[in-house]
């Protein structure tokens, strides 16, 4: 029990300092949209909320790499991209059962994975993602066109490595060899509330092995690598958006029926519950809406028997 203390109380005691990073970073000036004629998202299902639309600025057809694209969030992702009409690369350990899960989840939806009636838009790579960035580079990014990165990874196995290799470690070789590619426009990150500054309940998810700690510290990584890049004329990562959803563990696809989502601004949240598919849309809205998501930190947490609000006006409101 001690040798536990010890590894976990430096990761409670540490999270709030990070915080005002958080917030300096947040508070960066950001260059407002333009409101130009746009179409709106497709609807597809009576579940899913009123979405954002596009902006000319976005390719017709992106090519997204989803690492963890096979997971539960992972294929709420593919679903929602697939909607809209991208090519989606997902990145997963096993492959072949990804596709089994991504495939019988996509038709449980209703949602055509196939272009044209025949090719796939989702293809299936292995991904190791123990593997430091030099490999990850050459597997996934070099000889492929890749426009957006959605990384939806998370730990299954709470033990102190597997937590920090999964929650930070692996994120932040992803970022390394994502900075490596020319032409990553949008890097999209996936954490939790509570990373940056403790709050109740959200921030018991430490006694986890400091499980936020690390995803906070992802996110500083992602923050500072945006910032390196952005001084580069051209290459790297041209920008991030972090997402920090609530519990996913309550609520289904079905009450985002009766569930709004609602977009705060970061180290605003510690409670509350999202459907993994209200998740999902803000991630692709994000990508959609490159100015109003630019280099933010979104805090999602839904209202129950809330009026639907447009996901772009809240991303343009934060």
Not at 83 to 106: F, G, M, S, T, W
């Amino acid at each position: 029990m001690a040798v536990a203390s010890a590894f976990i109380l430096p990761f409670v005691r540490a999270a709030p300092a990070h915080s005002r990073t958080t917030r300096r970073a947040s508070s960066r000036p950001i260059r407002r949209a333009t409101r130009q004629p746009v179409r709106w998202m497709q609807a597809t299902a009576a579940e899913q909320q009123p979405q954002a639309r596009p902006t000319p600025s976005v390719s017709p057809t992106p090519t997204v790499l989803v690492t963890g694209g096979g997971g539960r969030l992972g294929r709420r992702i593919v679903r929602e991209l697939l909607q809209q009409n991208a090519i989606v690369r997902v990145a997963a350990r096993d492959p072949a059962k990804a596709e089994r899960d991504v495939q019988e989840y996509l038709r449980e939806a209703g949602v055509d994975s196939r272009k044209d009636g025949d090719a796939s838009r989702v293809v299936y790579l292995p991904y190791d993602a123990t593997e430091p960035a030099s490999v990850q580079y050459e597997k996934l990014f070099r000889d492929v066109q890749v426009d957006v990165v959605i990384d939806a990874m998370g730990t299954t196995q709470f033990r102190p490595w597997t937590v920090y290799s999964t929650e930070y470690q692996a994120r932040a070789e992803l970022i390394r060899a994502a900075s490596a590619k020319q032409g990553i426009r949008h890097f999209i990150l996936v954490t939790s509330l509570g990373t940056r500054r403790w709050g109740w309940p959200a921030g018991a998810l430490n006694l986890f092995w400091g499980i936020l700690f690390w995803k906070g510290r992802a996110e500083q990584f992602l923050i500072d690598q945006q910032r390196r890049d952005a001084a580069k004329k051209e290459g790297g990562l041209r920008q991030y958006t972090i997402v920090r959803p609530a519990g996913l563990e309550r609520l289904q696809d079905a009450d985002a029926r009766s569930w709004a989502v609602r977009l705060y601004p970061p180290d605003t949240q510690f409670s509350g519950a999202v459907p993994r598919l209200q998740v999902a849309q803000v991630c692709v809205a994000a990508m959609l809406h490159p100015d109003e998501s630019r280099n933010k930190v979104v805090e999602l947490v839904s209202e129950e028997g809330g009026a639907p609000r447009d996901i772009f006006e809240m991303l343009r409101a934060l």
